[in-house]
């Protein structure tokens, strides 16, 4: 598979868009340690935060035309 230089601009810039707004989310609003409390394993709310902003960063890399 070979990398285009464009694909990977914009899936960049949605990363890093992604990503604040998932940290402004969970560090600012709900609160971090709540999650942690609520689902009871620090490694669980990490995992599933990280697939949340790599998953969809990686979908808009695949699907974004040459």
């Known amino acids: ?9 914009f899936a960049a ?3 890093l868009c992604w990503l604040a707004f998932w940290v402004i989310l ?5 609160k971090f340690q ?3 409390d609520l689902f009871g394993s ?3 709310v990490e995992v599933t935060l ?3 902003v790599i998953l ?6 695949l699907f974004t035309k040459e």
Request: aromatic share 16%; charged share 20%.
């Open 1 to 9: 598979m070979k990398l285009k230089k464009r694909k990977i601009k």
């Open 56 to 61: 969809p960063t990686v979908a808009v890399y």
């Open 42 to 44: 620090y490694a669980l």
């Open 34 to 36: 709540t999650l942690v």
């Open 50 to 52: 990280w697939l949340l």
């Open 26 to 30: 969970i560090d600012g609003i709900l």
């Open 13 to 15: 810039i949605f990363f």
